[in-house]
């Protein structure tokens, strides 16, 4: 056997091993590439929202999630079909997005809603996404199912345009009220068919559980997932991916029984830290880690 052979098995032996090792992280690899939640660089956009873009695409993203929309300023000062094309000039998709729905489930007016689905559609968006809740919507129990009902029927209106609904957790979701929780409430009679959950594992830590068991409950649901790291000093502060006390390799080993399709990096502070080396971090932790 050749010298040259013998080192082409050697390392065709430590890939398999580096395989073996770790078969769910390498089944956990996005068909998408990695995104980012726009929100992250929330003081940076509204001063150059172009030289942004240029800097998320150069940091190794593929994907971003936007928010903040508005049909009087669009995305910070461009339309949404201007912003598509920014994203489209810099190799950038974008397939979810943050609006808030408050008006629509507390009054039943469309006329936000409507301009959210005409947004999300230039953006080639699917996924409109609830970022959170007004407290004042889901105080009892009975509220957190009216809540559940009304989740459908915008899903519903989703659906007739292409898109599907989507759900972003912080951790009030998890406050007991009247023997139930909202967070549990919700997964429980909304239409899997038609909403999907964004896990926010960051904010599910920070609340007290286990993310894994949450997949095993409800597996298939989670179509997004939010990553942000903890300081492992301060929980209330976040830290680039890989540096913190949330063990992502394990959680996202998960990714199958979840249902991962996008992987969503975000970022909320940023500690003694340029934010563009930060974000640059996260997705190379990703990206060679995690094989994401």
């Not at 949450?214 to 209330?236: E, L, T």
Request: charged share 25%; aromatic share 10%; proline share 3%.
């Amino acid at each position: 056997m050749t010298t040259t052979r013998r080192i082409f098995l050697a390392q065709a032996g430590l890939a398999a091993a580096g395989i073996m090792l770790a078969p769910k992280l390498a089944s956990a690899k996005s068909p998408n590439g990695i995104g980012i939640q726009l929100y992250s660089l929330r003081d940076q956009l509204p001063k150059d929202v172009k030289g942004v873009i240029v800097a998320v695409a150069k940091a190794g993203y593929k994907e971003v999630e936007t928010f903040g929309y508005s049909k009087q300023n669009g995305f910070w000062g461009l339309t949404a079909k201007e912003f598509s094309a920014l994203l489209k000039q810099n190799g950038l998709k974008s397939p979810s997005g943050h609006y808030g729905l408050d008006e629509y489930f507390s009054t039943g007016k469309m006329d936000e809603f409507d301009s959210y689905i005409e947004a999300a559609k230039i953006l080639g968006q699917t996924y409109i996404v609830v970022p959170s809740l007004n407290g004042d919507l889901i105080k009892t129990a009975a509220d957190f199912k009216s809540i559940a009902a009304k989740m459908n029927q915008a899903a519903a209106i989703c659906k007739k345009h292409g898109l599907k609904l989507g759900y972003h957790n912080h951790n009030f979701e998890w406050k007991e009220v009247e023997g139930t929780t909202f967070y549990d409430t919700i997964l429980k009679y909304t239409d899997p068919k038609l909403v999907a959950m964004e896990m926010d594992i960051y904010w599910v830590v920070r609340a007290g559980k286990d993310p894994i068991e949450i997949f095993k409950k409800h597996p298939g649901r989670f179509a997004m997932v939010h990553i942000k790291d903890m300081d492992k000093s301060n929980h209330d502060l976040n830290t680039e991916i890989g540096t913190g006390a949330i063990d992502f390799k394990k959680i996202l080993g998960q990714a199958k029984l979840a249902g991962i399709k996008h992987y969503i990096v975000e970022q909320e502070n940023f500690t003694n830290i340029d934010p563009y080396v930060s974000i640059a971090k996260s997705a190379s932790y990703l990206k060679t880690k995690l094989y994401l």
